[in-house]
């Protein structure tokens, strides 16, 4: 490509992108063409005086760049404009019957909602802007074409800045703006159902946390030994709703509209203990999002500054510039097929070394962490915790239900 602006040619194969000297180069070039000269970026067939395919098919002689995917490889590709992605007219009124549910849901409820309304800055406007009654104001974003992952972080950021939480809509198990930022995705239905009042499920996004102690009569693996056994340890995992024990009820869009709005839904950041993605974004109720920061200690429910996920870094083949123009031929440049990002697999994960003892019968000595897990583990309130009379293990002892001896003494007292 040919930079008007410098007047310097650019390679896309190298790191630096031919011009050591401009650090700066990449985060220019990849700026959304809306917030840059659309004119920034030339094919430099064209500026050679050589032929542009796509200016002799009566197209755009102009460019902007993305990311491809092909065999693993990330490799930044040099497209013509106008971009690679038209919203179809189906689309379109998906979105649009999606954005006047989401209004229309929100007035019924009593709360402030308005559509296409533009930050401060007027950087990003938010499809729906739904107010709560403390000033809670939620910014949906319907996203039902592919959208490149630095667009969501830095819509996303954007809105964070305002005091606006975004929340994206997605109806594709593949979109980019998956664990990006504050997501749910919904299914793909025409816009005559959506307009309609047809149920929209909220299918990945939204999750519940499940605590448990690890022992045989638990109906879940271990998710520490492969499946393997128990290890009599306490986990934590967020679970999607039909995957809970007991099973939960599906959360629908109306319902993700009112509780996000009221704070009864609140939006997490769970970061990856096993490497690979950065973390997970997701919307869960309060009173869990509150016992997930008492067994963490996490307290941010986003992370201060996305990072670049593995799967994202760019890889560079260092090559010669290439001075021929593939209009038309930007498609093997990403002739993957996108990864499937919701797999709706439990995430997160927090183990307790073990269900803790009420050392030496002393309360205090017991802490807060160990304490919040025992609780939602054993589903009790804190107060009905005591220990078991026999091995000091911290159990049910007070209240309803209550018992003086754990079941695993109690099984060794009744053979005696």
């Known amino acids: 490509m040919w930079h008007t ?11 630096d992108l031919g011009h050591p000297g401009r650090p700066d180069l990449l985060r220019e070039i990849t700026t959304s063409v809306a917030e840059r000269d659309p004119h920034l970026l030339e094919c430099l067939a064209h500026h050679d005086g050589r032929e542009c395919v796509s200016e002799a098919g009566g197209k755009s002689p102009w460019m902007f760049v993305r990311q491809g995917r092909v065999g693993g490889r990330r490799p930044l590709v040099a497209s013509h404009l106008p971009v690679t992605h038209k919203a179809t007219p189906a689309e379109s009124e998906q979105h649009r019957a999606t954005k006047e549910r989401i209004v229309e849901t929100a007035s019924r409820y009593g709360l402030g909602a ?29 996203q039902y074409h592919h959208l490149s992952p630095s667009s969501v972080h830095r819509r996303s950021a954007n809105a964070v800045q ?3 939480t975004p929340l994206w809509v997605a109806k594709d198990r ?60 306490v986990h934590a995992e967020w679970f999607l709703p039909a995957l809970c024990h007991p099973e939960k009820p599906a959360v629908r869009l109306e319902d993700l509209v009112l509780s996000s709005a009221t704070g009864e839904s609140v939006p997490v950041y769970v970061p990856n203990r096993g490497g690979g993605r950065a973390g997970r974004h997701m ?6 999002c509150r016992t997930w ?3 963490t200690g996490q307290t941010a429910p986003l992370p201060a500054a996305e990072s670049q996920e593995a799967d994202d870094a760019i890889t560079f083949a260092e090559q010669d510039i290439d001075r021929t ?10 002739s993957d097929a996108r990864p499937i990002r919701d797999l709706g697999q439990p995430t997160g ?26 609780s939602a583990a054993l589903g009790c309130p804190p107060w009905e915790l005591g220990p078991c009379a026999e091995c000091g293990q911290l159990m049910r002892r007070y209240g309803r239900d209550a018992a003086m001896y754990c079941d695993v003494c109690r099984a060794v007292l009744n053979g005696r």
């Open 5 to 15: 602006g410098y007047g310097i040619e650019i390679n896309l194969s190298l790191p």
């Open 162 to 164: 305002h005091q606006i």
């Open 325 to 334: 123009c593939r209009a038309g031929e930007e498609g093997r440049f990403v």
């Open 283 to 288: 919307w869960v109720p309060v009173d869990d």
């Open 114 to 142: 308005e559509a296409e309304v533009p930050t401060a800055n007027r950087r990003s406007i938010s499809d729906a802007l739904v107010t709560g009654p403390d000033g809670t104001r939620i910014g949906w974003e319907i």
């Open 293 to 295: 920061q008492e067994l």
């Open 349 to 374: 994960g927090f183990t307790l070394a073990r269900m803790p003892t009420q050392r030496s019968r002393n309360p205090n000595l017991i802490t807060a962490v160990e304490r919040a897990a025992a």
């Open 174 to 233: 593949t979109a980019s703006l998956i664990d990006r930022a504050p997501w749910a995705r919904v299914d793909d239905m025409p816009w005559k159902e959506i307009a309609g009042g047809k149920e929209m499920v909220i299918r990945g996004g939204y999750r519940y946390l499940q605590v448990w102690k690890c022992v045989p009569s638990s109906p879940r693996h271990c998710p520490v030994a492969d499946g393997a056994g128990h290890c009599e340890r």
